[in-house]
C-alpha cells in the first residue's frame, strides 16, 4: 500500500497511517479490512467518486460510512457536519476517527438504512469487511434494531452520499418526492445485483433532479442527482 504505513495501536486494533491529504485512520485488526479501507481512501481523494458536488457549509448525511473515511473527507471539503449511519462494528470507530482527524462535528447512529421504518435482528458487533449486507449478520436470535427509511433521516437542503449495498433502490422506492427533495444532492453508489439504475433515475427524475450515472466498475456505479426548480 504505496505511501502508508501500518502499526499496532493501543486501542487494540490497527491504524493506517497516510500523507497529510489523507490523515490517520484506526481500524479493527484485520489487514483485509485494511486493504479494503485503503482501497475507499484511493477512490475518495484519487479518483474523487464523491467529489461531484460542493459540501462547503452544507451537512452531509452519510449513509454507509465504514470507519469515518468519508465523513473526514467531507469535511476536508468544507462541510459543517456530517451525519453518518453504520449498523456494524467499524461504526464504533467513526467518532474517533473524526477526532483523531481533527473534526468533531460528526453524529454517528448505528442503525442500518433499509427504506422501511422497521425493526430487524443483526449482530451489529460483527466484523465489517466492506461491502458487508444486513443479510450476512441477519438473524432471528440477534439484537432487535431499528432500520430506517429517507424520511427518517431527510434534512433540508443536505446532501445525501449512500452506499448501503442494494438498499438504495428500496429506499428510494418508499421515499416521498417530499422527503427526496429535501436534499439539494444526492450520490450514490448502486449495486447492479440489486436492482435497475434506470428505476432510479426514474424516481429521481420525477421528483425533479438532474441525474447523471457512470457503471464505473463491473458490479457497481455511481449516480449523481442535483436538485432543480420546480
Known sequence: MKDWKIFESEANGLSLIGDNRYG?????????????????????????????????DKIVIDVGSYYGESACYFFQRGASKVICYEPFNSGSFIMMNCRL????NVDVYRNPITGVHEKVHIFQGAPNYGGTTLENYSNPNAP?????????????????KMDCEGYEFRSFKEASKETIRKFSAIMIEYHKDKGEVSELKAKLEESVF??????????????YAERLPE
Open 101 to 104: 482527524n481533527g473534526f468533531n
Open 24 to 56: 490517520r485512520y484506526l481500524c479493527e485488526g484485520s489487514y483485509l479490512q485494511m486493504w479494503h479501507l485503503y482501497i475507499i481512501i484511493d477512490e475518495l481523494y484519487e479518483i474523487k467518486v464523491y467529489g461531484k458536488f460542493d459540501v462547503k
Open 210 to 223: 438532474k441525474v447523471e450515472y457512470d457503471d464505473h466498475y463491473p458490479n457497481t456505479g455511481m449516480l
Open 144 to 160: 432487535e434494531v431499528q432500520a430506517l427509511s429517507l424520511e427518517d433521516i431527510a434534512v433540508q437542503d443536505s446532501i445525501l
